[in-house]
């Protein structure tokens, strides 16, 4: 048994004061984020976890922040708040939803509106990207500084297993292919790291990620150890739900314990069997 600690990958997509099940609210948000500077907790640059999953041990009290899609609300309200706390993210970006234009205000009364994220879903599929996504002069503002980061969630965002199956392959190298040609134009380089739109992902993209030059995979599956060594090519994270810090930090804890980790995930796991009989 590998008896390394681990290194828990926190899933967020909005900071938004809609709230609901897959958005936290900025209080909470907040309150997250003071629980872990108050217990000693660092957040990691992409380059710092990569040297983790290549086997060199990060820091005890470690985690890795991660936003989904790049949505507007990541610059309204978590880039402040990052800042605030001296924490650091890795946002992936839908870079087929990323528009022009000014970057829009923080404070006052023109301080666009952030809706939930079926709201956000409603107006994507309506084609209405620049209402809900991050523009790319706010992803040039939120790299100042090196609190965010910015990669690969493919170019569309689009299920090709569920609306093209049977080109599904063929689509995904196109949409890889778009992604790294539109963050090598607009922000001069692209990354290795790549997470899976809405979580699907299979052997065959696997093998076309890494042959498109990627390394790095994220999941959407909560229950595994991020250890020293662990597939690079199958990253664990865990939804941060929109609740306080001490709840977020027991999962934290449970998610980086070389011990208690294991155990937890085999439990939670056999659960969800238990719900497919």
């Known amino acids: 048994m590998n008896t390394q600690r681990a290194v828990p990958v926190l899933m967020y997509h909005h900071v938004t004061p809609a709230g609901g099940a897959i958005n936290a609210t900025p209080e909470n948000f907040e309150s997250q984020l003071q629980w872990l500077k108050a217990n000693g907790y660092r957040s990691l640059t992409s380059d710092q976890f990569a040297a983790h999953l290549n086997g060199e041990a990060a820091p005890a009290k470690s985690v890795l922040i991660t936003f989904d899609d790049g949505y507007l609300d990541n610059y309204l309200y978590a880039w402040p708040l990052l800042k605030k706390y001296g924490f650091t993210a890795m946002i992936f970006l839908v870079t087929s939803w990323n528009q022009d234009g000014p970057a829009r205000p923080l404070q006052g009364a023109d301080k666009p509106d952030a809706p939930d994220h079926a709201t956000c879903m409603q107006r994507v599929d309506q084609g ?19 609190v965010c980061e910015f990669h690969s969630h493919t170019h569309t965002h689009t299920r090709w297993d569920k609306t093209d199956a049977v080109n599904k392959n063929a689509h995904m190298v196109i949409e890889l292919s778009d992604s790294r040609a539109t963050l090598q134009t607009r922000l001069g380089q692209v990354s290795d790291h790549l997470c899976w739109p809405q979580g699907y992902f299979d052997v065959d993209y696997q093998r076309i990620a890494v042959d498109a030059g990627f390394k790095y995979l994220y999941t959407t599956h909560a229950f595994g150890m991020n250890q020293p060594g662990a597939d690079p090519e199958h990253i664990y994270r865990f939804a941060v739900r929109n609740t306080h810090g001490a709840s977020v930090g027991r999962r934290v804890m449970i998610a980086g314990n070389p011990v208690v980790g294991p155990l937890f995930n085999r439990w939670k796991l056999w659960k969800r069997a238990r719900r497919q009989v």
Do not use: H
């Not at 209405?128 to 090196?146: H, N, P, T």
């Open 128 to 146: 209405d990207f620049d209402d809900v996504a991050l523009r790319w002069s706010e992803i040039g503002r939120m790299l100042e500084g090196g």
